[in-house]
Each structure stands twice: as structure tokens, then as C-alpha cells.
T-cell receptor, first 114, second 112 residues
Framework: ETGVTQTPRHLVMGMTNKKSLKCEQH?????MYWYKQSAKKPLELMFV???????ENNSVPSRFSPECPNSSHLFLHLHTLQPEDSALYLC?????????????FGPGTRLTVL | DAKTTQPPSMDCAEGRAANLPCNHS???????VYWYRQIHSQGPQYIIH???NNETNEMASLIITEDRKSSTLILPHATLRDTAVYYC?????????????FGKGTKLSVKP
């Protein structure tokens, strides 16, 4: 266990559905991240939050909407997704956003869009 | 793009040392070398990191060459549970601070 939990672990949704992914970290960290891992592709950083403020958004389509209500929780709201959005979505946290802070990952949510 | 080069796959016998190489010839003086691994369908797991000195923890050892252009991750006694994709990452300094840029990694298969 890394201290980062994600729910649900698996999610199947239609293109017209709205769903949310949840991440919670129990490490007292100040920074949280969303990554996407598609089949046979490297991990792609989607969003970065530091002290509950979004500090980076790597050209992610607006059908992905992050929310960070406090430093322990991070959500990824999904709506009108496409089949190519099917992937493993990973949450991570680190103490701060320093260049050398170790990031700890959750187990991921396996998303399938039909 | 990842700033590291790793072999795509390696095999190792159970109980033997697994030595995973990584080339990072363009590394800057203030960039760290990080190693993560990802067991199938799980999130990446932090292993170890270093700047220029060799490092050891309960999971592995990291050997960095004097010119810092390459490094080796050593799992001293590999077990079947060490089968995973191992990522060598050079931390980006400045600009996109805090980001990890993952390459394709090395798929390590530990065999009985």
C-alpha cells in the first residue's frame, strides 16, 4: 500500500454517461496528479494540483474535468467520453511540487468507454 | 520525450541479481535519476533515486557512473514478484516542475 487510494478500480461507461474518479491520499502531501496510461503508450501527465490549486493542465480535452476540494482528495469528472479515452487512470501525490519530490501512485482506475 | 534509453526487455533467474541498465547521456548536473516499476495493471511504484552517489535501500541499489551518463538498478535477489516494467526517469528541472516523464521502460521477467 502506498497511501494513495483510488475508486472505483474498474469502470465501464457509455459515451453519454457522466462519472467521476476519486483519489485520496493519506500521506499529508500537498501535491496531487492525474496521469493517463493507454495501451502500449507511456504514462501521460494530465493535471497537477498544488495546495488545491491547479498548476498545470497538459492540453487535456474539456471532457475531463478535475477537482481538488482539499489537499487529500482529487477527483476526475468524466462526461461524453470517447472510446479512445479507455485507459488506466492513475493518481499520484508528492510532498510538494519540488523537482526531487518522490511521487507515490495509487492502483489506478481501469476505464472502458463503450 | 523521455531522456533515457533502456533495453525493452530482460530475463533474470529467480534468486539471482537483476541488473537493469539505463543511459541518460544528456543528463544535466542538477537532474536526479529516478527508478519506478509497474507491475501489470497496477500503479507505478517508487524504487530509488540518486544524484551522483550510489544509493541503496531495502528494495534495490542504484549505481551511477562517474560521468552520470548511465546508471544501473540492481535487485540483489530477484523473486517472481519482481516481474514488472522498470522505468528509469530523469527529473525535468525547471519549466514543468515536478513532472515525471515515463519512457517505455524495461520489461523484466523473473523466471523460476
Amino acid at each position: 500500500e502506498t497511501g494513495v487510494t483510488q475508486t472505483p478500480r474498474h469502470l465501464v461507461m457509455g459515451m453519454t454517461n457522466k462519472k467521476s474518479l476519486k483519489c485520496e491520499q493519506h500521506l499529508g502531501h500537498n501535491a496531487m496528479y492525474w496521469y493517463k496510461q493507454s495501451a502500449k503508450k507511456p504514462l501521460e501527465l494530465m493535471f497537477v494540483y498544488s495546495l488545491e490549486e491547479r498548476v498545470e493542465n497538459n492540453s487535456v480535452p474539456s471532457r475531463f474535468s478535475p477537482e481538488c476540494p482539499n489537499s487529500s482528495h482529487l477527483f476526475l469528472h468524466l462526461h461524453t467520453l470517447q472510446p479512445e479515452d479507455s485507459a488506466l487512470y492513475l493518481c499520484a501525490s508528492s510532498q510538494d511540487r519540488a523537482d526531487t519530490d518522490t511521487q507515490y501512485f495509487g492502483p489506478g482506475t481501469r476505464l472502458t468507454v463503450l | 520525450d523521455a531522456k533515457t534509453t533502456q533495453p525493452p526487455s530482460m530475463d533474470c533467474a529467480e534468486g539471482r541479481a537483476a541488473n537493469l541498465p539505463c543511459n541518460h547521456s544528456t543528463i544535466s548536473g542538477n537532474e536526479y535519476v529516478y527508478w519506478y516499476r509497474q507491475i501489470h495493471s497496477q500503479g507505478p511504484q517508487y524504487i530509488i533515486h540518486g544524484l551522483k552517489n550510489n544509493e541503496t535501500n531495502e528494495m534495490a541499489s542504484l549505481i551511477i557512473t562517474e560521468d552520470r551518463k548511465s546508471s544501473t538498478l540492481i535487485l540483489p535477489h530477484a523473486t517472481l514478484r519482481d516481474t514488472a516494467v522498470y522505468y528509469c526517469i530523469v527529473r525535468v528541472y525547471g519549466g514543468s516542475q515536478g513532472n515525471l516523464i515515463f519512457g517505455k521502460g524495461t520489461k523484466l521477467s523473473v523466471k523460476p
